[in-house]
């Protein structure tokens, strides 16, 4: 079946260092990303989200990059803050489809 | 305005129960869906609504089934709980239609004992 996954499963920053989430997809036919933060506890937050149309977008602190070509994703978080620590996923969905597919997650831990 | 809210929190239940989870989605969306996430996974979709009528069923057995109001607000119930039941379940809405961003509650834990 067709999967989303993480190369990382932990990543460990020092405060104030930018931080960067990768996520490589296998479905080619998704043309709709979102990545979500989760903390402990609490359901998923939706950070930043990009179409297939484009291959960057930026939001508060935090960039999206999507490579087409090789079926890759992701995050970066500027000037990372304590507050950043969570599980980060990226989840995928083809336009008409019902639902969301969603990777295993990275563990961001921010060291102050 | 408020967010998707669930409803409960947390509920503890006995294997061969029976349970309902319910939602708000948040105020004009029209489409709900329930995501089912285990310790240390990422969210497995259950099923989707909109307008009222079923639009998506993930690979979940057929003790699992939910609707959606009027009101757009929905239940999810679980028969002949299990305790692989045991979960964070998740509910999301959103506008509904192609590519509108889709926001999730806080969760209902559910542990079967």
């Known amino acids: 079946g067709e999967s989303v996954g993480l190369h990382l499963p932990t990543l460990s920053v020092q405060e104030g260092d930018n931080s960067i989430i990768n996520c490589a997809y296998s479905?080619?036919?998704?043309?709709?990303f979102i990545w979500y933060k989760q903390e402990s506890g609490k359901g998923p937050q939706f950070i930043i989200d990009?179409?297939?149309?484009?291959d960057k977008r930026q939001g508060q602190r935090v960039t999206v990059l999507l490579n087409k070509t090789v079926k890759h994703l992701s995050l970066q978080i500027a000037a990372t803050q304590p507050g950043d620590s969570a599980v980060y996923f990226c989840?995928?969905?083809?336009?008409?489809?019902?639902?969301?597919?969603f990777g295993t997650g990275t563990r961001l831990t921010v060291i102050p | 305005d408020a967010g998707v809210t669930q409803s409960p929190t947390h509920l503890i239940k006995t294997r061969g129960q029976h349970v309902t989870l319910r939602c708000s989605p948040i105020?004009?969306?029209?489409?709900v869906s329930w995501y089912q996430q285990v310790l240390g996974q990422g969210p497995q979709f259950i099923f989707q609504?909109?307008?009222?009528?079923?639009?998506g069923r993930g690979n979940f057995p057929d003790r699992f089934s939910a609707r959606q109001f009027p009101n757009y607000s929905s239940e999810l119930n679980v028969n002949a709980l299990l305790l692989g039941d045991s979960a964070l379940y998740l509910c999301?809405?959103?506008?509904?239609?192609?590519?509108?961003?889709?926001?999730f509650g806080e969760g209902s834990w559910l542990t079967v004992v």
């Open positions: 999301a809405s959103s506008l509904g239609g192609d590519g509108n961003t889709i926001y």
């Open positions: 479905n080619s036919a998704s043309d709709y």
């Open positions: 990009i179409r297939s149309n484009m």
């Open positions: 989840a995928e969905i083809v336009t008409g489809a019902n639902n969301l597919f």
């Open positions: 105020s004009g969306h029209k489409s």
């Open positions: 609504y909109y307008e009222k009528e079923e639009r």
